[in-house]
């Protein structure tokens, strides 16, 4: 999720498209059997949707014809964002990942029978 941040928040129309799919993104990840994964997307989520949700309201109070205004705001999301998403990328590619070991399925299982007038 990071990285979609770092590269949403690079280009100017994305981040608006990033908030949505963003979401599928946190959900998705943040149920993995890993809990540091989810911890990591946790953060992301933070970092992000704190910045939009900042960004937008106050952003609802910039005149008329504010491109200096906005980009002001773009300007601080990114200085925001991208550091701290650089960070945690770094620190997730130092931390010691193992492979996840999922149990066996159940062998045996009886089968359902099915009725003879179906």
């Given amino acids: 999720m990071d990285i979609g941040n770092i590269v949403s928040m690079l280009l100017p129309p994305l981040p608006l498209l990033w908030f949505g799919a963003s979401i599928l993104v946190y959900a998705l990840h943040r149920h993995h059997p890993d809990p540091r994964v989810g911890e990591y997307t946790r953060w ?7 910045v939009m949700g ?22 601080v ?5 991208v550091p701290w998403s650089a ?3 770094w620190r997730a ?26």
């Fill in 93 to 118: 590619w130092h931390e010691d990942w193992h492979d996840i070991l999922l149990p066996a399925a159940e062998s045996g299982a009886e089968e359902e029978e099915i009725p003879d007038h179906v």
């Fill in 77 to 81: 999301g990114i200085l925001i964002i």
């Fill in 44 to 50: 992301a989520g933070y970092r992000f949707y704190a």
């Fill in 87 to 89: 960070w945690s990328i």
């Fill in 54 to 75: 900042l960004i937008i309201p106050v952003g609802t109070f910039f005149p008329g014809d504010a491109k200096i205004a906005w980009l002001i705001a773009w300007l």
